[in-house]
């Protein structure tokens, strides 16, 4: 049995890009694997996992084979009616064969397959250790690797990520030889570049995570992660809060430090009369820092964290405030200079942004959504008034210069605006509340996974919002295709799915889409006149091809919902409400039964070449399976009819599964094409019957695809 070592590999490097550093830690650690294993040589992760600094990369193995296993290979050469002549001696063919193998030709062995006989050349090798092959592992894994913007350095030919300056490859307590970007192998690595800026000796790759951690670095990535955390919530409390950690936050912070340091820190508390989103980008965005919240709100306190244990905390505590003094002292008077201007005065400059060249400017955009919001909101109990009120608020805060500073504060500083702002002083203090809340949230969801607004208001918004840019996008020609979707016309559509189905709003979506298509039609589309309008039901199309992933995740199938989406419903509420209940309905015993009788029901009807009668006549069911079925079908009929009407969908599929003994029945014993041009119809237009209810829910011959 080969003997196992365990393997550890370091790069040593400048700073890696904070961003690429993961990435880059886990190619290395793939590449190596994948290296080894493309070799043959065995190895024994265990619990092993990239391991990684801003100036280190490393893989650490508990267990590597120390030599190959036997390379055994197999050359197939000619066919015996080639490789010998009428005598039996060897033709040039079978000499150059052998030739190239290295030996004789009468010590080739022979083989058989579907063509004949022929020779063929096998041979057993011993592997190779190791050791010899580490240094072409290594290498392959680091061409592999997905380099940002590889660096060259010095007068060298090579790049890398960032300037490589010492590497450590062990297996086992001995020395693998290798060269790599100039640099010779050896079991040196290096310290903290301020705490203990000194070589450090490995003695054996199981002493590696230890001795890094006497010389003040943590290689361990999830270990410096806890660490931080730790030392974030610990600061947080001690200041009387509770810290904002964001996992992007923690992870680029996770990348910038090797010993992690948490340090209290704090800001003039006359900073928090300015909108606290704009203080949390700017600590989070710009600096790094872990803002600090007492109740939702945000205190004076922050937390940084440094690469360094500090003799004076304090001191560095001053840096980081100085650090982030003038950007809030900017975000003040934005917003003061903002207040004086006013939500309203701030609008009337929309007039003078181009929205798109065919589409017009923001403020007729704006115009647009208003007026689809005041068709929407008296049909989801919102007043219409305040709907197309704040609707033609809902861009005035891209003029203001918070935004102009911090775009990604769009919506959120148009709240702050609105309840201050003196235009709209002839608002209740609920209705100024409800506005101004909707101009944040008609925003929402901003991201995969954001929450949909959670007002009536702001739902209102958001759906108008959404409407008036996919019509707009389609009628300007700005479909996406491929990776290029410059509105995002695919995160709006899916937007405006998940509002209306989360909303539980039960909205005609075709009768929305026409009325948007309508209101981009009446304005021009560019210098020649040219027109593109929307087509609906391409929209609609869009708009339902977005949900396939969305229930995807919900566990919905793709049989599932492509049964649903054959009825194109008008009401993405009421597809939703459909799709659950043909899940459950899918997991009936009868389902997948009924589904391919549907499925040929559909069939037999498609290719029927006579006419098919309204209704039954009861007088020409002859056989009894045809006499039980049509039974059957009248009181599913009856027994789904209150269902459907009520939206109660399960319970019609329920009813509808028990159709099955009959269906099963009427197949077996009754000839659907009968000789009877009279019993053919009626056969006929029972199953018509029968398929109408079956697909009344979806489209379940779907499910047996």
Same mark, same amino acid.
């Given at each position: 049995?080969?003997?196992?070592?365990?393997?550890?590999?370091?790069?040593?490097?400048?700073?890696?890009?904070?961003?690429?550093?993961?990435?880059?830690?886990?190619?290395?650690?793939?590449?190596?694997?994948?290296?080894?294993?493309?070799?043959?040589?065995?190895?024994?992760?265990?619990?092993?996992?990239?391991?990684?600094?801003?100036?280190?990369? +490393?893989?650490?193995?508990?267990?590597? *084979?120390?030599?190959?296993?036997?390379?055994?290979?197999?050359?197939?050469?000619?066919?015996?009616?080639?490789?010998?002549?009428?005598?039996?001696n060897?033709? /040039?063919?079978?000499?150059?064969?052998?030739?190239k193998?290295?030996?004789?030709?009468?010590?080739?062995?022979?083989?058989?397959?579907?063509?004949?006989?022929?020779?063929?050349?096998?041979?057993?090798?011993?592997?190779?250790?190791?050791?010899?092959?580490?240094?072409?592992?290594?290498r392959?894994?680091?061409? *592999?690797?997905?380099?940002?913007?590889?660096?060259?350095?010095?007068?060298?030919?090579?790049?890398?990520?960032?300037?490589?300056?010492?590497?450590?490859?062990?297996?086992?307590?001995?020395?693998?030889?290798?060269?790599?970007? !100039?640099?010779?192998?050896?079991?040196?690595?290096?310290?903290?570049?301020?705490?203990?800026?000194?070589?450090?000796?490995? *003695?054996?790759? !199981?002493?590696?995570?230890?001795?890094?951690?006497?010389?003040?670095?943590?290689?361990?990535?999830?270990?410096?992660?806890?660490?931080?955390?730790?030392?974030?919530? !610990?600061?947080?409390?001690?200041?009387?809060?509770d810290?904002?950690?964001?996992?992007?936050?923690?992870?680029?912070?996770?990348?910038?430090?090797?010993?992690?340091? @948490?340090? @209290?820190?704090?800001?003039?508390? #006359?900073?928090?009369?300015?909108?606290?989103?704009?203080?949390?980008?700017?600590?989070?965005?710009?600096? /790094?820092?872990?803002?600090?919240?007492?109740?939702?709100?945000?205190?004076?306190?922050?937390?940084?964290?440094?690469n360094?244990?500090?003799?004076?905390?304090?001191?560095?505590?001053?840096?980081?405030?100085?650090?982030?003094?003038?950007?809030?002292?900017?975000?003040?008077?934005?917003?003061?200079?903002?207040?004086?201007?006013?939500?309203?005065?701030?609008?009337?400059?929309?007039?003078?942004?181009?929205?798109?060249?065919?589409?017009?400017?923001?403020?007729?955009?704006?115009?647009?959504?208003?007026?689809?919001? #005041?068709?929407?909101?008296?049909?989801?109990?919102?007043?219409?008034?305040?709907?197309?009120?704040? +609707?033609?608020l809902?861009?005035?805060?891209l003029? $203001?210069?918070?935004?102009?500073?911090?775009?990604?504060?769009?919506?959120?500083?148009?709240?702050?605006?609105?309840?201050?702002?003196?235009?709209?002083?002839?608002?209740?203090?609920?209705?100024?509340?409800?506005?101004?809340?909707?101009?944040?949230?008609?925003?929402?969801?901003?991201f995969?996974?954001?929450?949909?607004?959670?007002?009536?208001?702001?739902?209102?918004?958001?759906?108008?919002?959404?409407?008036?840019?996919?019509?707009?996008?389609?009628?300007?020609?700005?479909?996406?295709?491929?990776?290029?979707?410059?509105?995002?016309?695919?995160?709006?559509?899916?937007?405006?799915?998940?509002?209306?189905?989360?909303?539980?709003?039960?909205?005609?979506?075709?009768?929305?889409?026409?009325?948007?298509?309508?209101?981009?039609?009446a304005?021009?589309?560019?210098?020649? !006149?040219?027109?593109?309008?929307?087509?609906?039901g391409e929209?609609?199309?869009?708009?339902?091809?977005?949900?396939?992933?969305?229930?995807?995740?919900?566990?919905?199938?793709?049989?599932?919902?492509?049964?649903?989406?054959?009825?194109?419903?008008?009401?993405?509420?009421?597809?939703?409400?459909?799709?659950?209940?043909?899940?459950?309905?899918?997991?009936?015993?009868?389902?997948?039964?009924?589904?391919?009788?549907?499925?040929?029901?559909?069939?037999?009807?498609?290719?029927?070449?006579?006419?098919?009668?309204?209704?039954?006549?009861?007088?020409?069911?002859?056989?009894?399976?045809?006499?039980?079925?049509?039974?059957?079908?009248?009181?599913?009929?009856?027994?789904?009819?209150?269902?459907?009407?009520?939206?109660?969908?399960?319970?019609?599929?329920?009813?509808?599964?028990r159709?099955?003994?009959?269906?099963? *029945?009427?197949f077996?014993?009754?000839?659907?094409? &009968?000789?009877?041009p009279?019993?053919?119809?009626?056969?006929?237009?029972?199953?018509?019957?029968? &398929? #109408?209810?079956?697909?009344?829910?979806?489209?379940?011959?779907?499910? $047996?695809?």
């Amino acid at each position: 049995m080969t003997a196992s070592l365990p393997l550890l590999i370091e790069l040593g490097t400048e700073e890696l890009p904070v961003k690429a550093l993961p990435g880059l830690a886990q190619a290395l650690f793939d590449g190596v694997l994948a290296a080894l294993d493309k070799r043959g040589v065995a190895v024994d992760r265990g619990e092993a996992k990239p391991l990684y600094t801003p100036r280190r990369l +490393a893989v650490l193995l508990p267990g590597v *084979a120390t030599e190959q296993p036997e390379q055994r290979s197999e050359v197939l050469g000619p066919y015996l009616n080639i490789a010998l002549d009428a005598d039996g001696n060897p033709t /040039k063919a079978l000499q150059g064969f052998a030739a190239k193998a290295g030996i004789e030709w009468t010590a080739l062995e022979k083989t058989r397959d579907a063509k004949g006989e022929r020779f063929v050349h096998r041979a057993v090798t011993p592997g190779a250790t190791t050791a010899a092959l580490l240094p072409d592992v290594l290498r392959e894994a680091i061409a *592999a690797m997905p380099i940002p913007k590889p660096m060259r350095w010095g007068a060298h030919a090579y790049a890398f990520a960032r300037p490589v300056h010492w590497l450590v490859l062990l297996h086992g307590e001995g020395v693998v030889d290798a060269e790599l970007f !100039g640099v010779r192998s050896g079991r040196t690595s290096r310290g903290h570049r301020f705490m203990h800026d000194r070589a450090v000796e490995i *003695a054996a790759p !199981g002493d590696y995570v230890d001795a890094m951690r006497g010389a003040k670095v943590l290689v361990d990535a999830d270990a410096r992660r806890a660490a931080i955390v730790t030392a974030v919530e !610990g600061a947080a409390r001690h200041a009387g809060g509770d810290a904002r950690i964001e996992s992007d936050n923690l992870e680029q912070v996770n990348c910038l430090v090797e010993w992690p340091s @948490a340090i @209290a820190c704090a800001f003039e508390a #006359e900073f928090l009369a300015v909108p606290q989103e704009a203080l949390i980008a700017t600590m989070e965005a710009n600096q /790094k820092f872990f803002p600090v919240l007492r109740d939702g709100r945000l205190t004076e306190h922050f937390i940084a964290i440094a690469n360094i244990e500090s003799k004076d905390p304090a001191e560095v505590a001053k840096g980081y405030e100085r650090v982030i003094r003038p950007r809030f002292a900017d975000a003040k008077f934005f917003f003061d200079e903002d207040l004086k201007q006013g939500l309203s005065a701030m609008n009337d400059g929309l007039k003078t942004v181009t929205y798109q060249a065919k589409l017009g400017s923001v403020a007729d955009k704006a115009t647009r959504v208003a007026a689809l919001a #005041e068709i929407i909101a008296p049909q989801v109990g919102v007043d219409a008034t305040l709907a197309k009120r704040a +609707a033609l608020l809902s861009k005035a805060d891209l003029q $203001s210069r918070m935004v102009n500073e911090f775009p990604e504060l769009q919506g959120i500083a148009g709240r702050y605006y609105a309840k201050h702002d003196v235009a709209l002083a002839g608002l209740s203090d609920d209705e100024r509340t409800s506005l101004a809340n909707a101009l944040d949230e008609a925003w929402q969801p901003r991201f995969a996974g954001d929450d949909i607004a959670l007002s009536p208001l702001g739902k209102v918004l958001a759906i108008a919002e959404r409407l008036d840019t996919l019509a707009g996008g389609f009628a300007a020609g700005l479909k996406p295709t491929g990776n290029k979707d410059a509105f995002a016309l695919r995160r709006n559509a899916l937007g405006l799915a998940r509002t209306l189905i989360e909303s539980g709003f039960d909205l005609d979506l075709q009768a929305l889409l026409a009325s948007a298509i309508d209101r981009v039609g009446a304005l021009p589309t560019g210098k020649d !006149g040219a027109s593109a309008f929307a087509d609906r039901g391409e929209l609609y199309d869009f708009i339902l091809d977005r949900l396939k992933g969305y229930y995807a995740d919900k566990g919905a199938t793709v049989q599932q919902f492509n049964a649903v989406a054959a009825l194109r419903p008008k009401s993405l509420y009421d597809l939703d409400r459909r799709i659950d209940a043909i899940g459950t309905f899918a997991a009936l015993p009868e389902a997948a039964a009924l589904a391919a009788a549907d499925k040929r029901i559909r069939n037999i009807l498609r290719k029927a070449d006579i006419e098919i009668p309204a209704t039954v006549d009861p007088a020409l069911l002859r056989e009894p399976a045809e006499a039980a079925l049509a039974e059957a079908v009248e009181v599913v009929h009856a027994e789904t009819g209150h269902a459907l009407a009520h939206g109660d969908y399960v319970s019609a599929l329920t009813h509808l599964a028990r159709l099955r003994p009959q269906v099963d *029945a009427f197949f077996d014993g009754v000839m659907v094409n &009968a000789d009877d041009p009279d019993l053919r119809r009626n056969r006929l237009a029972l199953l018509e019957q029968l &398929a #109408e209810r079956l697909g009344s829910v979806a489209a379940i011959e779907h499910l $047996s695809s």
